[in-house]
């Protein structure tokens, strides 16, 4: 169980340019999803916490009209980068809590998305 | 904030045993965890700890002590799957969402 999926799992595009990364609860549902980002050998960072039918939280220093989130429902958040640039490239990562389930909070975290803008 | 800390990396034999330490400063302490992950991957889910003690799970075990703002992930009888980072997060000020600390590159040799 708590399976979330994300797509796609690479990315190439040219700077400049939109990339969309879907982000899904398969198992269950979930109100409330995350977005990390990880540069290499670096901790996971947060970047916004993603709400179910409301504005998405964003964190400090995130700008939140580069990294747009929709959580149009349940089982599925997106993140889009918009006019991204080299230094956007990075890992994305999504989590998700089994709110019904996990009484500890514990985030599953989808598979990743390698984003490399050129 | 927070502040946590963890080795960088370590090295250890296969079919040995490891340690990986994780200190913490925080407020309103909440619990931890530990996640494994592999290069390229996203983290897995491996252990929770929110009262002192040690709580064991197959080979792996954490350990967590309040006072001391300490915790371990301790790996017995090392495969070479076990190779990857092991990420200690805390959560804390009433927040359901946890701070990762950098994580600690575990490399296990033959």
């Known amino acids: 169980g708590a399976v979330v999926s994300q797509h796609p799992s690479w990315v190439i595009c040219k700077s400049g340019t939109s990339v969309k990364i879907e982000c899904r609860s398969l198992d269950f549902q979930a109100t409330t999803m995350f977005w990390y980002r990880q540069f290499p050998k670096q901790s996971l960072m947060l970047m916004a916490t993603s709400n179910e039918g409301s504005k998405a939280t964003y964190e400090q220093g995130v700008e939140k009209d580069k990294f747009l989130i929709n959580h149009a429902s349940l089982t599925l958040s997106t993140l889009t980068v918009t006019s991204a640039h080299p230094e956007d490239s990075s890992f994305y990562i999504c989590?998700?809590?089994?709110?019904?389930?996990?009484?500890?909070?514990?985030?599953?975290f989808g598979p990743g998305t390698r984003l490399t803008v050129l | 904030g927070q502040n946590i800390d963890q080795p960088t990396e370590m090295t250890a034999t296969e079919g040995a045993i490891v340690q990986i330490n994780c200190t913490y400063q925080?407020?309103?302490?909440?619990?931890l965890f530990w996640y494994q992950q592999h290069a390229g991957e996203a983290p897995t889910f491996l252990s929770y700890?929110?009262?002192?003690g040690l709580e064991e799970k197959g080979r792996f075990s954490s350990f967590l002590s309040r006072s001391k703002g300490y915790s371990y992930l301790l790996l017995k009888e090392l495969q070479m799957k076990d190779s990857a980072s092991y990420l200690c997060?805390?959560?804390?000020?009433?927040?359901?969402?946890?701070?990762f600390g950098r994580g600690t590159s575990l490399i296990v040799h033959p």
């Open positions: 997060a805390v959560k804390s000020g009433g927040s359901y969402i946890p701070t």
């Open positions: 989590s998700a809590r089994d709110e019904v389930r996990s009484s500890t909070d514990t985030q599953y």
């Open positions: 700890n929110v009262l002192d």
């Open positions: 925080t407020s309103g302490f909440n619990g």
